[in-house]
């Protein structure tokens, strides 16, 4: 409907009123709305006043007296208020918003809330979904959304054992975080071994496990079997032990001297014929550390991927096999052009999130053996991985939390960009509407 | 012809045999390391290492020991305590959210979602430093109370996601002949659609119940007096120090985790990958 001149007038007027928030909605005539807006918007002057402004300013320096100021309980408030604002900033916009369709709808003529119940249902019916989200919200907000801002702000100071507050202050250095761990040479070189390790980790361990699992399911899916049931049952028990007691026991069934595998397994290998191996020094050469975890990962990590992997082969119509064994495919032809294709079109935004899981495999790397054997320098052992090796840097007897929490900013855009990319192309995750 | 049936034939044998060979060398490989350990539980003496001897001495000593000379009995019931509470309140705040993001489409839905999907991919726990801090300004430190919370807000948005995404196979057709019944928001939810979507709710209980037991990392970091362990945490201590290794003990108390948790994961088991799929490959 064209609006007449008096109506685009009326429509300015409200949005301009509302820039003290409230005003607008009187100018409606919806005076319970304003109030409501009027009240949130002194609440937040107030708040400023009692609490932001020094918490903004408390951020902006981190303190300048040691012994009395506290930097991180500053860089927390900070950062808190920044949430607070940006909560506030969203309500305000909403203001305006609303204050401006609000003179739309009555410029053309339809008739609007004026009263308090009318309103108050208005807001049942529509803000119901806002009510039931609220709490997930809440929660993601202080468990995911505020710790991450603090991360990303605690890489840009150099708070780390020489800045332990509040005896000493802890000050921005900007980018001297991440320009130390790409050219200082000792940082530099230790991420790079980190790095490196962990892609190679990462794929090779993710690999194997997806590898085992697809073999194990197609092998299973044979019309022949006797005792499948049987079968899946055990092939299932890596994935339902929790994992951390498998690992611990592999750990200790690792052991160089006393070790099952050194003193059990590999003896009882030798007396097949044309075998003949020496004990091996898992724990201790860093090569044979890193076979053994990348065997174990696929141990552990296997079951899930032959579970998915099996219920997407029994969907697949046999006639498809039938038709392909008359054209004359063998069964490998059969596998490539019928059965591969199927799993991945359904399964690879899963392995994606396999890649990434074993990309920040905590567990693994350090239940085994602490990353060890060896350090790489920085305090970085020769088998850990980003994460671990944040794990200790915020542990260790030196903490650096500033160098930790740069490297946490890394794998987050690392994993993040992997994922969506793949998202992207698999078209997985795309919404309706 | 006749020839090429016996190649067949013979080939087919093979394949047999090679087929069975995999999988009982696959069960071995998978059943000796969880044998060696949960023999080793019954084991006499000072075990330093597992070792699979079936004829020694059987005992249920080591059981017995560990509720009376260590904590773990405190241990594990820290762990239900902070599985207790993780498990209500994030599959409340989970199905409420997910039946939003499903049902209703409100301004910003399509943009929160996104940032669900985002968000979810972040390591969370690698935020310790973050974590370190707040818990200092908190005195949350060595506190359970903040490492729950910690499990259940790092949950919601992958499960958010799966949930929504398991509501999106119940037909709103249900939804909207309710309403023309006269049906309100909350009779909708609560009466028609949510009783379809139990055996989801069951898999992210059950999620969200195991988490804490196995979780090790934001644990080990938060939590700094042994009362306040949990049993991940805990049993790392009988078996950490190479100079003490109380074997025994560790395979008794990871006895007493697995089984249990392995019977719950095989009574839903058949839930976890059809609620993967669903929540993943549905928008």
Same mark, same amino acid.
């Given at each position: 409907m064209e609006l007449n001149n008096n109506g685009q007038e009326r429509i300015k007027k409200a949005a301009l009123l509302s820039i003290i928030p409230g005003l607008g909605q009187f100018y409606n005539k919806q005076p319970f709305k304003g109030v409501v807006f009027l009240a949130i918007f002194f609440v937040f002057i107030i708040q400023m006043a009692t609490f932001g402004i020094e918490a903004m300013t408390g951020l902006f320096t981190?303190?300048?007296t040691p012994g009395q100021d506290h930097s991180l309980f500053m860089l927390i408030e900070g950062s808190l208020q920044l949430l607070i604002l940006a909560i506030f900033l969203i309500l305000y916009a909403i203001n305006i918003y609303d204050a401006k369709r609000v003179a739309t709808l009555a410029s053309i003529g339809i008739k609007t809330n004026k009263s308090f119940i009318d309103i108050m249902k208005n807001v049942y019916q529509n803000g119901f979904s806002y009510l039931l989200a609220l709490p997930a919200y809440a929660a993601m907000i202080f468990a995911i959304v505020f710790p991450v801002l603090v991360t990303v702000l605690t890489?840009?100071?150099?708070?780390?054992f020489y800045h332990i507050p509040p005896a000493n202050l802890v000050d921005w250095v900007g980018f001297d975080t991440f320009k130390d761990i790409f050219f200082l040479s000792s940082y530099r070189d230790s991420f790079m071994a980190v790095l490196s390790w962990t892609v190679i980790w990462t794929f090779a361990a993710t690999t194997l496990q997806i590898v085992i699992g697809v073999f194990t399911a197609v092998v299973l899916n $044979?019309?022949? *079997?006797?005792g499948r049931r049987f079968f899946g049952i055990i092939f299932l028990l890596p994935w339902a032990v929790p994992a951390f007691i498998t690992i611990m026991s592999f750990s200790n069934m690792f052991n160089?001297? *006393?070790g099952a595998i050194n003193t059990q397994v590999i003896p009882l290998l030798n007396h097949l014929p044309f075998i003949d191996i020496d004990a091996i020094s898992w724990k201790t050469d860093p090569f044979w550390t890193k076979i053994a975890i990348i065997m174990i990962q696929g141990w552990l990590g296997f079951p899930f991927i032959y579970v998915l992997v099996s219920g997407i082969l029994q969907s697949i119509p046999e006639d498809l096999y039938e038709a392909a064994k008359i054209d004359g495919a063998n069964a490998i032809q059969r596998f490539r052009t019928i059965t591969m294709p199927a799993i991945f079109a359904i399964a690879t935004p899963i392995f994606v999130t396999q890649y990434t899981g074993n990309f920040n495999n905590f567990s693994m790397i350090y239940l085994f053996n602490? /990353?060890?054997?060896g350090s790489v320098g920085a305090?970085?052992?020769? #088998?850990?991985i980003l994460i671990s090796w944040i794990y200790k840097l915020t542990t /260790? #007897?030196?903490? $650096?939390y500033n160098v930790a929490a740069a490297v946490t900013i890394m794998i987050s855009i690392i994993v993040i960009g992997i994922s969506l990319l793949v998202f992207k192309k698999t078209k997985a995750f795309e919404m309706e509407d | 012809m006749s020839k090429l049936m016996k190649s067949q034939k013979s080939s087919r044998a093979v394949n047999k045999l090679f087929t069975y060979l995999y999988l009982l060398i696959l069960a071995v490989v998978i059943i000796y390391p969880l044998l060696i350990t949960a023999s080793?539980?019954?084991?006499?003496?000072?075990?330093?290492a597992f070792d699979l001897d079936l004829t020694a001495d059987w005992t249920l000593n080591n059981f017995q020991r560990l509720f009376t000379e260590t904590l773990y009995g405190q241990w594990y019931l820290n762990t239900i305590i902070i599985a207790l509470v993780a498990m209500v309140v994030q599959v409340a705040i989970v199905t409420l959210a997910g039946y939003t993001y499903s049902r209703y489409r409100f301004i910003g839905r399509k943009k929160t979602l996104t940032f669900f999907l985002i968000v979810q991919m972040v390591?969370?726990?690698?935020?310790l430093t973050a974590f370190y801090v707040m818990a200092l300004l908190l005195g949350a430190l060595d506190q359970i109370w903040f490492l729950t919370f910690l499990y259940i807000g790092g949950g919601i948005p992958m499960n958010t996601w799966l949930m929504k995404g398991y509501f999106d196979t119940v037909p709103i057709d249900l939804d909207e002949s309710a309403k023309l019944d006269g049906a309100g928001h909350i009779r909708i939810f609560w009466q028609i659609v949510l009783p379809l979507v139990k055996p989801m709710i069951a898999v992210q209980a059950l999620w969200a119940f195991m988490t804490p037991f196995g979780e090790y990392m934001l644990a080990k970091f938060l939590l700094r007096t042994p009362e306040h362990y949990t049993v991940a945490i805990g049993l790392q201590t009988f078996i950490s120090n190479p100079m003490d290794q109380k074997v025994a003990l560790f395979a008794a108390g990871a006895i007493l985790i697995a089984l249990p948790i392995t019977i719950l994961f095989f009574m839903l088991q058949k839930h976890f990958v059809s609620g993967l799929t669903a929540g993943g490959t549905k928008g």
């Open positions: 981190l303190g300048v890489a840009f100071t150099n708070y780390d $044979q019309k022949f *079997i006797k160089d001297s *006393i602490e /990353g060890g054997p305090g970085a052992g020769s #088998t850990d /260790g #007897t030196s903490p $650096q | 080793s539980a019954f084991k006499k003496g000072n075990l330093v390591p969370t726990t690698a935020a």
